[in-house]
């Protein structure tokens, strides 16, 4: 059964739609666009990197909040190698010109004067750096005034001698972001150790670090706004709390692949308004109640465990304390989408809790699936029918790159009907490493079907042509051709950069 034959009629495949080709939906919202248009984005971006190279660090910053397309715009000003507002040091073996010499140059800008240095990157990759040239760098940076102070230690000494001092981060009082990856931060626990006073941004990766260091660095800066720590190996919990001695300014906390953590704790940062964790299960877990989160990433590892109880008491004190009210963009795993669907079962008795009320601003849904068999698919049904994402505009799936067995089970039936309603305003569906998986295509069709105002659904797969798998309804083969003959959906071999997820990039700045 041929689907859709582009000139030969053994050839089974959806029509690719060019990418001109007008499609009716999309109509109302070019017309809307041309009505207010954006004359800075329009500009070259030569132009807009030269406007921001003029901006104070703090104010080029400010402008990713314009829109989607200036999000990480800020970042080019430094790419031109010549710009005299940053500077990177990248040292080698052997290399050309000598560290001595890229030294020299650097002291003799802090000798002439004031001036603003926005940026500086300090990339060691020779073991045969020595403390003492490796702090006057550091010392120099911040006689200069560096704004955002970035060091990589890649080929540390044997033994370990270098250590980067906190206390060098405060002797610039202009420094507002600071990035360390791969080595030890010494002078936490000196007395002298003065505070950040203007630093919002801490990146650490690979940073030798334990929770008693964390928590004191933590203490050294009252103005933090951004926390991100990822493969820390020796942090174990990871706390906030007001007694630390800081004013919880924080919006934004990324936790990633630190293997030892067993607990995180930021119930008392009430200014949260960004929390994204990739790893392990967690022994304890709290989030802040009653606040205004935004956006929320959640991924644990693949393999369930009696932790999953942990998880579930967590998100059963967040629907109690409505704090899912404001959230417009969430991405949880199958993990957490499992025991998110279970809640109503054991929550949804009292009459003072409606599912609903947590996920009525919500606007994109993205799903990590682990695996997709027919119990993934009912949890995707039970979720959507008890959440009721009335606002939800993106839906975003993305499915094992293994995909799941094809063979049909007796028992495998999803015994959850979908949802009648709930996705009148969703307008784009992405669905990555969709293999035509016999629930997998159930999925698509569910979805064609109740998205009344869907825009367009792309199907990222290996193969352009259905397969025989065992389980697929020619009814749905030949809904989905039908929908492929609209073009409403595009079938694509490989990603790209069409409709990508908020977070497609939480994790871009390690």
């Not at 073996?93 to 000798?111: A, C, F, N, T």
């Not at 004013?247 to 960004?274: F, K, P, Q, W, Y």
């Amino acid at each position: 059964m041929a689907l859709r034959s582009d000139g030969d009629a053994t050839t089974k495949r959806l029509r690719l739609p060019a990418d001109d080709e007008p499609n009716q939906h999309n109509a109302a919202p070019a017309a809307a666009a041309a009505a207010a248009p954006d004359h800075l984005s329009a500009l070259p971006e030569v132009l807009q990197l030269r406007i921001l190279s003029f901006l104070p660090l703090k104010s080029a910053i400010v402008t990713s909040s314009l829109s989607s397309s200036w999000r990480h715009r800020w970042k080019g000003r430094w790419q031109d190698d010549g710009n005299p507002s940053w500077l990177y040091h990248h040292l080698r073996p052997y290399s050309s010109p000598s560290s001595k010499k890229l030294l020299d140059s650097l002291e003799l800008r802090r000798s002439q004067g004031p001036g603003r240095l926005d940026r500086y990157s300090l990339v060691v990759d020779t073991p045969a750096m020595t403390a003492r040239r490796f702090s006057r760098y550091l010392e120099s940076a911040a006689g200069c005034g560096v704004e955002d102070l970035r060091v990589e230690l890649r080929s540390p000494p044997s033994p370990a001698t270098l250590r980067f001092p906190f206390s060098a981060a405060a002797a610039s009082p202009a420094l507002a972001c600071l990035t360390l990856h791969g080595i030890e931060v010494s002078g936490l626990n000196s007395r002298a150790a003065r505070p950040c006073s203007a630093l919002e941004v801490i990146r650490l990766h690979s940073v030798r670090i334990n929770d008693g260091g964390l928590a004191r660095m933590l203490a050294l800066c009252p103005r933090l706004r951004v926390l991100s720590l990822h493969s820390c190996d020796d942090l174990r919990r990871i706390t906030v709390t007001a007694a630390l001695g800081m004013r919880l300014n924080l919006r934004s906390v990324t936790i990633a692949g630190c293997s030892r953590v067993i607990e995180v704790d930021v119930a008392a940062v009430s200014s949260l308004r960004s929390f994204h964790y990739s790893g392990g299960f967690l022994s304890s877990f709290y989030l802040p109640g009653g606040t205004c989160l935004a956006d929320l990433y959640i991924r644990f590892g693949v393999q369930r465990s009696g932790n999953v109880l942990i998880c579930k008491k967590v998100f059963s004190e967040w629907f109690e304390s409505h704090v899912c009210s404001k959230l417009t963009t969430l991405t949880i795993c199958s993990n957490v989408l499992f025991v998110v669907s279970s809640l109503p079962i054991a929550i949804l008795h009292a009459e003072s809790v409606k599912m609903d009320d947590f996920f009525k601003n919500m606007t994109e849904l993205q799903l990590l699936m682990l695996e997709m068999r027919a119990p993934d698919l009912a949890n995707i049904y039970m979720f959507l029918k008890n959440s009721q994402c009335c606002n939800l505009e993106r839906l975003f799936v993305q499915l094992p790159s293994i995909p799941s067995e094809l063979l049909v089970d007796p028992f495998d039936y999803v015994w959850v009907e979908p949802p009648e309603n709930g996705l009148e305003n969703l307008k784009v569906v992405k669905i990555v490493n969709f293999n035509w998986n016999h629930i997998e295509l159930q999925l698509v069709c569910f979805l064609l079907r109740k998205a009344t105002s869907l825009h367009k659904m792309i199907l990222v797969t290996p193969t352009l042509v259905p397969s025989n798998a065992p389980g697929i309804q020619k009814a749905d083969l030949l809904f989905l051709a039908e929908a492929g003959a609209s073009g409403k959906v595009i079938l694509r071999e490989s990603d790209d950069a069409v409709a990508q997820p908020f977070h497609s990039d939480v994790f871009a700045d390690f």
